[in-house]
């Protein structure tokens, strides 16, 4: 298992040896009788189902919300029955030292720094993924969580789903055979106009766009940017300078499950194709993608597209593991084994989902906040998979095969390291 001896950790994770020796419970959580006290930062479509997510746990409270859009802050004050105290600046929230947990649903921009700050100011931390927007802030975020001993649980939920479970020990069995293909997916038809072309215009009264943009570079309000959309989740994600468009949104879903199933391996190299070649609307991020992964052993793809829903299961996403005795599907709803034409011992069977994925994660999160343990999802296990989802993005940008080095954390191509890093807005300049 590469993600156990990888020397980057040695190098970027320095400290964390010698902070073990200092207590595990810096905050105000003192023993599996106390009552954790959780804030929520980011409260759109995300942030308010975490909420609900939380709610439903038992001793647990919900202490605080906060968002800079006034209507996402009423709305979660709502749901709260005005429990919770309403807060339009994240930093109040840190400063708070009764606050135990943060859950982290901003824009994606944001979950570096704000992770990192609630991990100094001793604080656990449920952040949303893809946990980052650059190789490098990932790294910040694991150096952080070490340093000062804080349980990290990223978002990636379908670790916690039963069946993505049974699904990755019927690949480690080696039930499918040998394993040589693997592709994951998110296919749709969408009309050409997407989601429009808004002109910049001043930002509504309602919001602090400053703050909204925190460490991204300053720009003019532009609806689509900000992205807020009653009926889908936000547009941000199809903008650079706040995400990484569906290979960060969906595609690091499939591949952490992937990667999850060859016990976290990372690719060697990477290749990318991609382009706005049906929408014209806005957006940076391109309609039509296909990724190629060099793993260990076999080959990925990740692969989305506007123009067309017709897909291999009749699915719009998933995953499909092809081996040389079976193959196997699964996604949210369950998964289907299709053996091999002429392979006699295998059985075709299905399995449907049995276990709300969200709520065991929040609650093995929880259960590790009191036990100390790291979390299903733990922050350096998405870190990899992020990482792999990132790469992805410098293949295309930098026009690249990108070969990737697991032990130096770095592409072997100097002219491709531009795209793993970038120079935050002052004053939010990750520091561990």
Not at 247 to 275: K, R, Y
């Amino acid at each position: 298992m590469t993600g156990k001896t990888d020397t980057h950790r040695r190098t970027f994770i320095q400290g964390a040896s010698a902070a073990l020796t200092t207590s595990l419970f810096t905050s105000n959580l003192k023993g599996a009788n106390d009552r954790p006290r959780i804030a929520h930062i980011g409260m759109g479509r995300m942030g308010r189902s975490n909420l609900g997510m939380a709610m439903k746990q038992e001793n647990v409270e919900n202490v605080a919300v906060c968002d800079v859009y006034e209507p996402h802050l009423k709305q979660a004050v709502e749901m709260t029955q005005g429990t919770a105290k309403p807060v339009k600046d994240f930093r109040e929230i840190l400063a708070d030292k009764s606050i135990d947990i943060v859950c982290i649903s901003t824009p994606d921009h944001w979950h570096a720094y704000m992770t990192v700050e609630a991990c100094k100011a001793g604080k656990d931390v449920y952040v949303e993924k893809p946990i980052c927007v650059t190789v490098d802030e990932g790294t910040k975020m694991v150096q952080a969580a070490r340093k000062y001993n804080r349980v990290v649980q990223a978002g990636t939920m379908q670790r916690s789903g039963v069946h993505f479970q049974k699904a990755v020990q019927i690949v480690k069995s080696g039930e499918l055979g040998q394993v040589t293909f693997v592709r994951t997916w998110n296919y749709g038809l969408m009309t050409p106009e997407g989601i429009g072309a808004p002109a910049d215009a001043e930002p509504p009264a309602d919001l602090d766009w400053d703050m909204w943009l925190g460490p991204a570079p300053k720009r003019p309000f532009n609806a689509n940017r900000f992205g807020v959309d009653p009926k889908a989740f936000s547009h941000f994600r199809w903008f650079w300078d706040y995400a990484g468009g569906m290979m960060t949104d969906w595609g690091v879903h499939w591949l952490d499950i992937v990667q999850m199933a060859f016990d976290e391996a990372m690719p060697s190299a990477i290749t990318a194709l991609g382009n706005k070649f049906r929408l014209t609307d806005n957006r940076d991020t391109p309609d039509t993608i296909q990724v190629t992964y060099e793993y260990p052993g076999f080959i990925a793809t990740y692969e989305n597209r506007y123009g067309n829903a017709n897909s291999f299961m009749g699915k719009g996403g998933g995953i499909l593991f092809h081996g040389d005795k079976a193959t196997l599907f699964v996604d949210r709803s369950g998964f289907q084994l299709v053996p091999e034409k002429g392979v006699e011992g295998i059985v075709d069977r299905e399995e449907k989902s049995s276990n709300n994925s969200n709520m065991a994660h929040w609650a093995n999160f929880l259960d590790c906040v009191r036990t100390r343990q790291k979390p299903i999802a733990d922050i350096e296990t998405c870190q990899r998979s992020s990482t792999t989802c990132l790469l992805g993005n410098v293949a295309l940008r930098s026009k690249l095969r990108v070969d990737w080095d697991s032990k130096r954390w770095t592409t072997m191509q100097p002219e491709a390291r531009r795209f793993l890093s970038r120079e935050d807005r002052k004053p939010w300049r990750i520091s561990v």
